[in-house]
């Protein structure tokens, strides 16, 4: 029976930590080239939507941690899932530029103060201190296997319904893209009444003084600002992921829908690493999985860089994936190294909290920056320029992940592990 209650506990965290994001992000990473023309808007002016995100995110995630210390991540999760749910909706009907705007800027709440620290606290108490790591990979590699699973399906809803209208193309695919928003708000309801069935009602809590304790105190910790550092790199690869589909149409040549396709398919790399990289970081050295996943990345995308292909090659294919294998294995492994810095369970929130305003920064800028880049150089180059980059950050994570290797050596001479 405890299994099977651990086991319904996990699932509610797998499928709640993907589907809140399926509107914001998952959506336009799939069907970027389709929404771009539905909205009437260049890669630039997406950027800005994914901005003005940003900034509400950087905000909610400070203030996110400490209310995860507060209250229970059964009501916080669901009442976000709920009104993530209705911004999907008003932008299906209402499909234009400022209603874009205005459901970014609400989402960077939503998705974000009530939701993303509840979720890692809730991923980090469920299990002991030594699978720590094991835990957010399977939690990661979960959403990551919900994510592929969930683009598939739409795809095909996609395809179906275009099929179906081949005779009025661009208004057909506009209709095909509004039940695809609709279908991921609906399935976000049904995540949310999971959720809240599920999660336990009561978890360890405290009083706002004890949070704000807490707050004092890790925010003098070096070592949490290097993780946050670590994170700030591992996450700028993954917004640069939002590229792949628009990479495949106008790089390699493929057709909207099988660049859609191929965007798709990546994503069940992402289970596969993200796993892997969670069992060995519980038993081989953090600092050299951080390291590898760092290097697969960066040779990835450095070979995309100076590649000089119009069409999809095999040599491509492994180039590609070798980036994004490295980037999801970093997704699965990032938030574990809490236990390496001997972080009470208790604070966990309000350290996720503190963690994530510079960790994930880059929802601020990069997608601007990725637009700017695109927009300023047409073609081949553009998405060349931008795997560069990805190369350039890659390298500067490893060098932080030896920086951790060093830190972590320290600690551990002088400190003894904690929970």
Known sequence: MNRLKTFSQYLALILAGEAIFLLPFMVPRVFRTTLLEVYQIDNLELGYCFSLYGLVAVVSYFFGGPLADLFSARKLMSIALGLTALGGFVISWWPNYTALLIAYTFWGFSTILLFWAALMKSTRILVDPENVGKAFGWVEGGRGLSAAIWSSLAVALFALYFEDQSNLAVESRHIAYRYVLQSASLYLILVAIYVWFILPKREV???????????????????????????????????????????????????????????????????????????????????????????????????????????????????????????????????????????????????????????????????????????????????????????????????????????????????????
């Open 205 to 419: 809590q405290m009083d706002l003084n004890h949070s704000m304790k807490g707050l004092k105190e890790l925010i003098r910790l070096k070592r949490l600002w290097l993780q946050a550092l670590i994170l700030f790199c591992a996450y700028c690869g993954y917004k640069i992921t939002d590229d792949v589909s628009l990479f495949g149409h106008e790089v390699w040549g493929l057709s909207e829908e099988d660049a859609v396709l191929l965007s798709s398919y990546t994503f069940y790399l992402r289970p596969i690493t993200a796993i892997t990289a969670g069992f060995l970081v519980d038993r081989i050295s953090t600092a050299k999985i951080l390291s590898f996943s760092f290097g697969i990345s960066a040779l990835g995308a450095l070979a995309l860089a100076w590649l000089p292909a119009q069409e999809m090659t095999a040599f491509g294919l492994i180039f590609l994936g070798s980036s994004l294998s490295g980037i999801y294995a970093l997704r699965g492994i990032y938030f574990s190294l809490m236990r390496e810095n001997q972080i009470e369970r208790r604070f966990s929130g309000t350290a996720i909290g503190i963690l994530s305003v510079l960790g994930y920064l880059p929802d601020v800028f990069m997608s601007p920056f990725m637009g700017w880049i695109l927009e300023s150089n047409s073609g081949p180059i553009g998405h060349q320029n931008l795997f560069l980059s990805l190369g350039l950050i890659m390298i500067l994570g490893i060098i932080l992940s030896q920086a951790w290797k060093r830190e972590y050596r320290k600690v551990a001479r002088t400190e003894p592990a904690s929970s």
